[in-house]
């Protein structure tokens, strides 16, 4: 294996996030939060102790937002200032709640249709699965507060701009996400190269959300049990599976098949 040459310090600067994109210092993270900003994720030293750090956590007690204890030196990686230990990452998007979002489909006169993603974290795939949900005309992305893609600029230019418009709902426990999805009467068909039953043999024209994990590990075993089908794609050569954006597309597509009547046949 060839050996990767060492970046420089301008070569890891640009991949830093823009300052914009970010809040430093604990005064202006504990404003932010009681300004009701949408937060990404937090990053906290580990050692912190002070009576403005603890007031800090209080703040992000029983918040949605990710929140990682970290020595100073990864802080120091994002920026050269004086960040006090604290850093906040400013979410591009805001987010919708799940359990508000459902009954307003019902109240539209939809069929809701929803896509979930059980630890889907490449912000390139994110995006894309995004964009193409957007094209299709998916009513929401559902994915975990913690454990999934970042939702960062990048995510939203691979997307195209959709998750500017595209709802996105982040939950904090996605098992019991995937249980109210149940109770409302929403079909969950997960997607995994595990099932029997092929894409093109569920009925997919019924309130539906599809479930996609990661390419590595798949739906997480406990979800996958709680949901009502199991489907694959059909894989002739030797590789096993797609890349999750593509499988996606594909599941996707296959439900605006269905409820638009198209045939298979030409």
Do not use: W
């Amino acid at each position: 294996m060839t050996p990767q040459t060492p970046r420089t310090k301008k070569e890891y600067e640009t991949r830093r996030p823009k300052e914009k994109e970010m809040i430093f210092g604990i005064r202006a993270v504990i404003e932010a939060i009681d300004a009701g900003k949408t937060l990404d994720k937090i990053m906290i030293r580990r050692d912190m102790s002070s009576a403005l750090s603890r007031e800090l956590l209080q703040r992000l007690d029983g918040l949605a937002t990710p929140v990682q204890k970290v020595p100073v030196e990864r802080l120091n990686q994002y920026t050269d200032k004086n960040h006090q230990g604290v850093i906040a990452f400013l979410s591009p998007i805001e987010f919708t709640a799940l359990d508000n979002l459902v009954p307003m489909l019902y109240e539209a006169g939809k069929v809701p249709f929803l896509v979930v993603l059980d630890g889907v974290t490449d912000v390139r795939n994110f995006g894309a699965i995004a964009r193409t949900c957007a094209c299709a005309g998916v009513d929401a992305l559902v994915v975990p507060a913690r454990g999934g893609a970042a939702i960062n600029g990048d995510a939203v230019k691979t997307s195209a701009g959709a998750l500017h418009t595209l709802p996105v709902c982040k939950v904090e426990n996605m098992q019991n996400a995937l249980r109210f999805l149940k109770n409302s009467g929403i079909t969950l068909v997960a997607a995994t190269e595990h099932a029997e039953t092929l894409y093109t043999e569920t009925d997919m024209t019924r309130p539906l959300a599809i479930v996609l994990g990661s390419e590595d590990k798949g739906i997480y075993p406990a979800n996958l049990e709680l949901c009502d089908h199991q489907v694959k794609l059909p894989m002739q050569g030797s590789i096993e599976s797609l890349n999750v954006s593509v499988a996606a597309g594909v599941f996707i597509y296959e439900v605006v098949r269905q409820r638009n009547g198209y045939s298979l046949r030409r």
